[in-house]
T-cell receptor, first 113, second 109 residues
Framework: DTGVSQNPRHKITKRGQNVTFRCDPISEHNRLYWYRQTLGQGPEFLTYFQNEAQLEKSRLLSDRFSAERPKGSFSTLEIQRTEQGDSAMYLC???????????FGPGTRLLVL | RKEVEQDPGPFNVPEGATVAFNCTYSNSASQSFFWYRQDCRKEPKLLMSVYSSGNEDGRFTAQLNRASQYISLLIRDSKLSDSATYLCVVSAGFQKLVFGTGTRLLVSP
């Protein structure tokens, strides 16, 4: 399967714990995006990378959130000191420069107790 | 006001019916327009891009009215497998996508 992959698919954690999610984009795609989706809403943009450079961050990305893409391939999204309001589906997407279509991974579903 | 507005539905239609969804967007700088489909607990998948001239893909027709900042999707001859949430999406460049809340479609036998 050469699509976008995300791990883990599900994560249950207690409030105050740190969590880290991984996204592996389609191999030739140089752009990588993170979105968050809560129940009954469409996905909301969090941040985006072109190669290893993080070029845009949403105001939704508080200082408890950090994303990296160290070698321009896979990316990680870390949430520190999780809160119940962080419970959501975290979606990763990738695309190639010059092409509009973003391809989404299956998402990581986070539940903070 | 949300940047992309859609009627959340649900739209309940019988098999074979024609159904239309609309959405409006507020950012006049938007350059790219899409409809994505999302099945329950799955990721969004691109259904079709939307162009000013209108475009058709089988039973699906999308229209864009830039002057009114309005996008539509028409589904003809609905199938049970069309049951899903349809997300209206705009982009101001090859960067972030801005999604509507989605319109839920339920096609019944």
């Amino acid at each position: 399967d050469t699509g976008v992959s995300q791990n883990p698919r599900h994560k249950i954690t207690k409030r105050g714990q740190n969590v880290t999610f991984r996204c592996d984009p389609i191999s030739e795609h140089n752009r990588l995006y993170w979105y968050r989706q809560t129940l009954g809403q469409g996905p909301e943009f969090l941040t985006y990378f072109q190669n290893e450079a993080q070029l845009e961050k949403s105001r939704l990305l508080s200082d408890r959130f950090s994303a990296e893409r160290p070698k321009g391939s896979f990316s990680t999204l870390e949430i520190q000191r999780t809160e119940q309001g962080d419970s959501a589906m975290y979606l990763c997407a990738s695309s190639m420069t010059g092409l509009e279509t973003q391809y989404f991974g299956p998402g990581t579903r986070l539940l903070v107790l | 006001r949300k940047e992309v507005e859609q009627d959340p539905g649900p739209f309940n239609v019988p098999e074979g019916a024609t159904v239309a969804f609309n959405c409006t967007y507020s950012n006049s700088a938007s350059q790219s327009f899409f409809w994505y489909r999302q099945d329950c607990r799955k990721e969004p998948k691109l259904l079709m891009s939307v162009y000013s001239s209108g475009n058709e893909d089988g039973r699906f027709t999308a229209q864009l009215n830039r002057a009114s900042q309005y996008i539509s999707l028409l589904i003809r001859d609905s199938k049970l497998s069309d049951s899903a949430t349809y997300l209206c999406v705009v982009s101001a460049g090859f960067q972030k996508l801005v999604f509507g809340t989605g319109t839920r479609l339920l096609v019944s036998p």
